[in-house]
């Protein structure tokens, strides 16, 4: 019967592994895995779907999410964030 469960794992059609996704891509299969830093140096390569396509075809292409311009507008993010939150509570 051991022999039979092993044969099965060894002939039955893999489930596709999501290992990475991009900064931003919000979906559920993303939550838990790698996500890829978005700088400077990789930026021109995945500014595009069909730059992406060419680098990592196997990442879905989310649009790359803008950083604050200073630290000042990144607090101010977070609290307008935080006062839609309390809305939704």
């Known amino acids: ?6 044969l099965n794992m060894l002939t ?3 489930k596709p592994a999501e290992a990475a996704c991009l900064s931003g891509d919000d ?4 939550i838990g895995v790698y996500k890829v830093p978005i700088d400077d140096r990789i930026e021109s390569m995945i500014d595009t779907p069909e730059h992406l396509a060419t680098f990592a ?3 879905k ?5 803008p950083y604050p311009p200073s630290p000042q ?4 993010d977070l609290v307008t964030m935080e006062d839609r939150l309390q809305n939704i509570i």
Do not use: F, N, Q
């Open 1 to 6: 019967m051991v022999g039979g469960g092993v």
């Open 12 to 14: 039955s059609a893999p």
């Open 27 to 30: 979906r559920p299969e993303c």
């Open 61 to 65: 292409w989310v649009p790359i999410t």
């Open 73 to 76: 507008h990144a607090k101010e």
């Open 57 to 59: 075809p196997d990442l």
